[in-house]
């Protein structure tokens, strides 16, 4: 049979305490090695089978960061929601922000990366019992390590989904004004512009992107259509009203949710019946993109030629 576990000491309260803590408290060094707790960080136990998600561990490693630090970079993007960068996707260490130069914690931590902003204030807010850096601070964090202009723009439509609006244009562009003597910062304030509120994905930015460099016009985004009588049809992705074209994006929730699959193409097929133009992308047309600009293109020379 297997041993039981062992009683925690009573003065353990916490699911997550620093081994300084546990000491002052009179819980004895040899307790804290027995098999009822486990080893997040350096300096860090927690009670066996605690620390599980990401921001369990964050409120673990909070137990040992001076005041003043906070978690920021890919480590706040999650913690808020928002889509990390494709090049960054695998970095799943914990990222820590301070402003003091001689304050750099967890140096000797695995899995944690401690950052100095040079920035004369840190802009912060909080998630559950965390402070993280802002939206707008974790932005520029963030983009000005991104190579792409257009990651840029992908990382700043990302933090300001349709739902769940974290910031806004005007703010970032403020964020940003506010950085000096960052290396790529030029870059990301030059691409603010090129950023719209209220996309639902990431493709869906890249597919307007596309657009707008061909030197077409650039589509509204999420736009409601509706019929003469005011029915409701459909939330397009990227709509030009005008001419009555509809650019609509299929993702993997297509082939998983096989209802709203169905209710898609009936809203589409009600959209033809109202003479619009309905071209739909999918993930392989992601890699010709091209290809999807020529469609848009015959669309738009057929609508202002009158030919449809």
Not at 42 to 48: C, D
Not at 155 to 161: E, T
Not at 191 to 217: F, H, K
């Amino acid at each position: 049979m297997p041993r039981p576990a062992p009683t925690i000491d009573a003065r353990v309260q916490a699911d997550a305490f620093s081994v300084a803590t546990a000491l002052a408290a009179g819980v004895t060094a040899d307790h804290l090695r027995t098999s009822a707790f486990e080893i997040p960080f350096r300096g860090v136990r927690a009670r066996r089978g605690a620390v599980e998600s990401l921001y369990d561990r964050c409120c673990a490693l909070s137990t040992v960061l001076d005041d003043g630090v906070v978690f920021g970079d890919v480590t706040a993007l999650r913690l808020m929601g928002v889509e990390v960068p494709w090049t960054r996707e695998d970095d799943d260490r914990l990222h820590v922000v301070t402003l003091r130069p001689g304050a750099r914690p967890c140096r000797q931590r695995d899995g944690v990366v401690a950052h100095w902003s040079r920035q004369p204030v840190l802009g912060t807010t909080t998630v559950g019992e965390l402070v993280v850096t802002s939206p707008e601070q974790t932005f520029v964090h963030v983009a000005v390590g991104l190579r792409l202009p257009d990651d840029v723009v992908v990382l700043g439509d990302a933090m300001m989904r349709r739902q769940a609006m974290l910031t806004a244009p005007a703010k970032l562009a403020d964020a940003a004004e506010r950085t000096h003597k960052v290396k790529g910062i030029v870059q990301v304030r030059e691409q603010i512009e090129r950023m719209r509120p209220g996309t639902d994905s990431s493709p869906e930015t890249r597919v307007r992107l596309a657009i707008v460099d061909a030197n077409l016009p650039s589509p509204q985004v999420n736009q409601v259509v509706r019929a003469p009588d005011g029915e409701y049809v459909k939330r397009v992705d990227l709509v030009y009203p005008d001419l009555r074209i509809a650019i609509e994006y299929d993702g993997d929730q297509h082939r998983t949710d096989r209802e709203q699959w169905r209710e898609d193409v009936r809203a589409r097929r009600r959209l033809e019946e109202l003479g619009w133009i309905v071209i739909v992308v999918v993930g392989d047309d992601l890699r010709d993109l091209q290809a999807l600009v020529s469609r848009l293109r015959a669309a738009i020379r057929a609508r202002t030629r009158g030919l449809l």
